[in-house]
C-alpha cells in the first residue's frame, strides 16, 4: 500500500501506527491489560500456582473459562470435573492461560467495537476459534507440532487485526469507509500481530508461524506448526471478512493454495480431526 492510495483520514491512522511502530510503545486497549498482568505474573520466577490463580480468581469471565476448558476433552480424560479455579490451571496448565486471555480479550473487542464494523469483528471473532479449533486437530496427528501450540497460534493468528478494530473508534471518519479500513487492517495485521504477540510474551517460534503461514506453505504432508495454521485458515468455514480474493471464489483460492495436497490425502485428514475440530470449537465458543 503507497501513501498515495491513501486517504488524508487514513494517512492519520497509518501515521499513528508507524510511529507506535517505531517507537516500540503500542497503546494497548484498556481490555488488553489482563494480558499483560498475567504476562507479568507467568514472566516472575517467584510466581506460583497460587498467585496466578488468584489473579484469574479477580477476573470472573478467565476464572469461568479456565474451569471450562479444565472439563473440555481438551484437557478432561475421565474422573472428576473440577470446580475451582486452582485445580483448572493445574489440569490446563500455565502455558495455556496465556491464550485463553487472548482470546477472552478479542471477544471483549467483538463487543465493544463501533456497531458499524461489529458484524465484521464478530465474523473475524468465529473465523479465529475456527482456526484454533482445527489448528488443533489436525496437529494431534503432525509429528513435531504440539496441539496446544496449534490452538494457541490459532486464537492469535489475527490479533493485530483485533488490535486494530479496537485502535480504529479512534478514526470513526475511517470506520464510515469500509473498503479503506479493510485495506488498512490487511495491509497491518502482519506487522502489528507480530508486535503484539510480543509484548504479551508469546514464544518467538509461535509469532514466526504465525507470520510464516501468511506467506507460504511447505507442502504435504505438514512439518510444521505454520503449515498446520496455513491448512486451519484455509479450510476454516467462516473467512475472514478482510481477506481479499482478488474476484476468485473461496472454493477455487483454497484449491489455488492447496494445490500441492492430493485432495484424498487432505479430505482424510479432515474427516480424522473433525471429531476432535467440533469438539474444541464447541469449547471455544464457550
Request: hydrophobic share 45%.
Amino acid at each position: 500500500m503507497s501513501e498515495q492510495q491513501i486517504s488524508e483520514r487514513g494517512m492519520r491512522f497509518y501515521s499513528r501506527m508507524e510511529a507506535e511502530l517505531a517507537s516500540g510503545d503500542l497503546d494497548f486497549p484498556t481490555c488488553m491489560e489482563l494480558c499483560l498482568r498475567i504476562k507479568r505474573v507467568l514472566d516472575d520466577p517467584l510466581c506460583g500456582i497460587d498467585e496466578v490463580s488468584r489473579l484469574i480468581s479477580v477476573e470472573p469471565l478467565l476464572a469461568a473459562h479456565v474451569v471450562r476448558m479444565a472439563n473440555s476433552p481438551l484437557y478432561h480424560r475421565g474422573g472428576k470435573p473440577i470446580a475451582d479455579v486452582r485445580s483448572g490451571v493445574l489440569r490446563v496448565g500455565t502455558a495455556a492461560i496465556r491464550p485463553m486471555a487472548l482470546a477472552l480479550v478479542a471477544r471483549q473487542i467483538t463487543q465493544s467495537v463501533d456497531r458499524r464494523v461489529r458484524a465484521e469483528a464478530d465474523q473475524l471473532w468465529r473465523h479465529t476459534i475456527e482456526v484454533a479449533a482445527l489448528s488443533w486437530a489436525i496437529a494431534v496427528d503432525v509429528f513435531g507440532v504440539l496441539p496446544d501450540q496449534a490452538l494457541y497460534a490459532g486464537l492469535v493468528h489475527k490479533l493485530g487485526s483485533f488490535y486494530l478494530l479496537a485502535r480504529a473508534s479512534e478514526f470513526p471518519e475511517l470506520i464510515a469507509e469500509d473498503s479503506e479500513l479493510a485495506d488498512l487492517i490487511r495491509y497491518w495485521n502482519p506487522r502489528i500481530s507480530r508486535e503484539v504477540l510480543m509484548a504479551l510474551g508469546t514464544p518467538e517460534s509461535v509469532a514466526d508461524a504465525v507470520e510464516e503461514a501468511e506467506l507460504y506453505f511447505e507442502g504435504w504432508p505438514p512439518r510444521s506448526l505454520s503449515d498446520v495454521l496455513y491448512i486451519g485458515v484455509v479450510c476454516a468455514e467462516t473467512q475472514d471478512p478482510f481477506e481479499d480474493l482478488g474476484g476468485i471464489s473461496r472454493a477455487a483460492l483454497t484449491e489455488e493454495a492447496l494445490g500441492r495436497i492430493d485432495g484424498e490425502q487432505l479430505r482424510a485428514t479432515l474427516t480424522r480431526a473433525s471429531g476432535r475440530h467440533a469438539e474444541a470449537l464447541a469449547t471455544l465458543r464457550g
